[in-house]
């Protein structure tokens, strides 16, 4: 390890965190951290860690200028998300400031390290272990001891494995896996002690914490660990349902084990691993189905740690498992955690684009394969997936699973000269045709790049005449694309990374969330906001209210942010250097959360309030409902209510022709009759009515086509239609 020359910028950060000030409010001349990098860090991180443990312990004052430069420097840090990286002379100084029993607090050290303890700190180190462990509320994990003792050059672990394994005789999966610790590094060990005693949770649950499979899946000890105890989880599973061994629900496995044999799968996965497949079916459904025709499981544990694992690092195989598992189980607490992972596991399946194509190899064109296949390659409009020629024949056209979903979607593909087509496929006699949107056969180079069609990749001409072929060849698109919002940043935000087009809403925190978790965004972490990752992009939308799960109440809307990742860190980009499919991507996942919580698409809730047998709450309650509506009839149209009206054209493009109804700016009338394009209020003669819709009488009545699907828009439809009637 050699000593580098370190900035300016450290010597002065290590002299405000030790120096004595002469005034108790001097606070200096402001420090510029422009060039404090991970080393410069961790040139400092003696000085700030040892000042930290003086604030904790009341050796300085709160408000010392040490204590208060201390916590301004902290929070830069976390800012700026920079992880130290610690020498060999800072390590032997920040080391022997941590008295003999802090276990924990050197843990969390080592991590900082950028090599291996030399002899000097493993000294260090043996001298913390020395005393039994004095710090903190929590006992280290068995992981968090051994990463202590191989650090401290003690790999032998023979009297810890034996004590830990008389503890948990009934967990010999977890036994096994300590058999494997001396054979893995020292990423991996510490990846395995930061864990919650090897628990583990999806980020979707508001938990932050790193998966270790990611790192385990470069260790091959643990991948051969991995594949043995899969086989073994799977024939144990197997014997249950052949009456070998007695059922005892819920008694397959304990909690400990069940998160040992989850992570072994999520290594399989991270690897993709040729074994998993047969194994992940079996094994997933097995422990969710009772032997018997009991409503219990072989073990909850294991069937709901195995759906989180396939929805962190999911395979087709493994999606495809989770779907069977649904449609067998019978524990309705099992059925509803695993309906929870389904979409985030499609979703995330998307951003492994060429694992995801293989399933269409195999797969039959149905309905649930077709489903999962457009969220995978809708993730690609974030993801910039683009597909060879060669690839985007075999994986999609001429496979039966993926012709069923490539001649109902637009492509788009990009010559080497870069000259760029729109197209869909046409099967007829089984030949292929490639068309545009005016029906003409069009040819591409085989050396063209494709990828799906984004409206925002046109001009208005060429949207209007993907719209008006939809329409004409009664095509129902998997993904939503010639009738998909699309989203530009005003002039002064792209040059700024935030955005005020969704400002100013007022939200109803319970749907808000609701819809949150379902398309995968999380809580950020001071509970005043929503982030989810676009690929490198994350989009931070902020909302003036406490959300956290099961809040109610409501908040306003703030201004979305956007960052792109950078190695490790996420820096705050301007918006006009995102990809503008991205951003809108973005933006069109913000206006369904605004959407949804800010207007009740879903009147049912509010129609709830209308219960109570005070009749004179059940008026205000009324007439509270109906200034609201009234209130949001005046606003101007949002992108997914222009688009409804768009549909509505195009589907009632005759009675319109005919005169028999009409569109204007926001409503549909007919007659005496106006349906508003955004909430799907009713009146007659201005006045609100509440229309019976019922299923039409379908031999009587044909019912309209839609493009896509929409609960909203087949609301309006079906009024629009009945009033035609």
Known sequence: MTQSVHPPIVGQLIARLTGTADHPRFTGAPLDLSTLDAHALGAVWPALRRTEEYVAQHDYAYDDPRAEFARWLRTQIDALELAPLVDAEAALELFRDIPAGAWRRALQELSCLDALPAPALQAELVRILGEPQNDGLQRLSVYGKYALHAFAGRRDITALRDAYAQLNADSPFRVRELDVLPELGPAALL???????????????????????????????????????????????????????PYQADRAFTTDDAQVVARAARVAAYRDAPWLPPLIGPLL??????????????SQSLAIALGHAVETIPTPESVRALRDALATVRHAGVQKKLARNLKPAERALGERP??????????????????????????????????????????????????????????????????????????????????????????????SEIRLWHPLLADADERLAWQRAIVGRVIRQPVRQ??????????????????????????????????????GWSIRAYDDGLAREFGDVRATFNVAARLFPGTDGQGTSGRLHVERRLERRWMAAPIGEIDPVVFSEVARAVDLLVSVAAFALDDEATRAADTPADPVRQRAARNAREQRLHRLSDLPL?????????????????????????????????????????????TRDGEPVEPSIEPPPSPLRAVPWLPYDEALLQRIVDVIAGLLD
């Open 191 to 245: 990846a395995l002690a930061a864990t919650n005693d090897g628990y583990f949770a999806p980020k979707r649950l508001w938990f932050n914490a790193d998966d270790p499979a990611a790192t385990l899946a470069e260790e091959p000890a643990y991948v051969d660990f991995a594949r043995d105890t899969l086989t073994e989880a799977a024939r144990h599973v197997a014997a249950i349902h052949a009456g070998d061994v």
């Open 482 to 519: 010639a009738f998909r919002e699309f989203y530009v940043p005003a002039d002064e935000d792209t040059a700024t990374s935030h955005s005020a087009m969704f400002e100013g809403h007022v939200l109803a925190s319970r749907p808000l969330l609701g819809v949150a978790r379902r398309e």
């Open 638 to 682: 949002g992108a997914m209510a222009r688009h409804r009206k768009q549909v509505l054209a195009l589907v009632f493009a005759e009675p319109i022709a005919q005169g028999r109804m009409t569109l204007d700016e926001r409503h549909v009338r007919v007659g005496a009759w106006s349906v508003h394009c955004a909430t799907g209020r009713v």
């Open 285 to 298: 459904t097995g422990v969710c189905v009772a032997p018997t025709a009991a409503k219990t499981a072989p």
């Open 354 to 447: 060429h694992t995801a194509l293989r399933m269409t190899l195999d797969a039959k064109p149905d309905k649930k394969q077709l489903t999962m296949l457009a969220t995978c390659m809708e993730a690609g409009f974030w993801q910039s997936m683009t597909l060879g020629h060669a690839e985007w024949r075999e994986r999609l056209v001429d496979a039966p699973a993926g012709a069923a979903f490539s001649t109902r979607t637009i492509w788009q593909a990009r010559a080497r000269d870069g000259a760029t087509v729109s197209f869909m496929p046409d099967i007829a006699k089984g030949e292929i045709v490639l068309r545009d949107a005016a029906g003409v056969a069009c040819e591409l180079d085989v050396d």
